[in-house]
């Protein structure tokens, strides 16, 4: 007796070949349409920045010299100063010297603190420490500005009256008056009999 399938039964062994055949070429038009798309926005977003960059090359250009460049050139011959100052064993002076820059980050820690987003407080602490973070937050403006974030303004003025006026006053003008202090002391009064007990 022969027993015939029922059409249950012959669904498990009907050929998928047509899906076999038909995924592959399916899959591949997708990927090209979602290719396509991904560079019409690439260079829709390339586009974008040069426009930006092009109206606003002078914000950005002084944004970048005198936000990141002066103040990490400032920042980091200070510290230079300092390790020469103890390598040259003149501690006292070097101690002198480091006061202003752990004003300076310990100022900066508590602006950090109330304007870092909360999203990047976890790692950008050490930038606090290594006194990198008002040029970073300056770098992050400059980058609002090249994707036409129009909130630039906002954190430009932000950044003009709490962060940019901070260093002048704990780090740059302490330094300078020890710096001459340093100087004078050196010139004049140590090889100057009259001041000698």
Not at 31 to 38: G, I, M, R, Y
Not at 49 to 62: A, E, G, T, Y
Not at 150 to 168: M, N, Q, V, Y
Request: charged letters at 25%; glycine letters at 2%; proline letters at 4%.
């Amino acid at each position: 007796m022969q027993i015939i399938p029922t059409s249950h039964e012959l669904a498990k062994y009907e050929s998928h070949s047509e899906d076999v055949l038909c995924k592959p070429s399916k899959r591949l038009s997708i990927e090209s349409e979602v290719e396509e798309t991904d560079d019409e926005s690439e260079t829709e977003l390339q586009q974008n920045l040069i426009k930006n960059l092009k109206d606003n090359i002078v914000s950005i250009v002084i944004l970048v010299l005198l936000s990141v460049l002066m103040p990490s050139w400032d920042v980091y011959s200070d510290w230079g100063v300092t390790i020469q100052l103890f390598i040259y064993g003149d501690p006292l002076y070097a101690i002198s010297m480091m006061v202003p820059q752990l004003s300076n980050i310990l100022f900066t820690f508590f602006i950090w603190r109330k304007l870092e987003k909360k999203e990047a407080k976890r790692w950008s602490w050490i930038l606090v420490i290594t006194q990198c973070w008002p040029q970073f937050f300056a770098v992050r403006i400059a980058w609002m500005i090249l994707k036409g974030n129009k909130a630039w303004r906002k954190e430009k003025k932000t950044f003009d009256s709490h962060i940019g006026t901070l260093e002048p006053y704990t780090e740059s003008l302490p330094s300078v008056l020890i710096l001459t202090a340093v100087w004078v002391t050196e010139t004049k009064i140590k090889d100057d009999n009259n001041f000698q007990g």
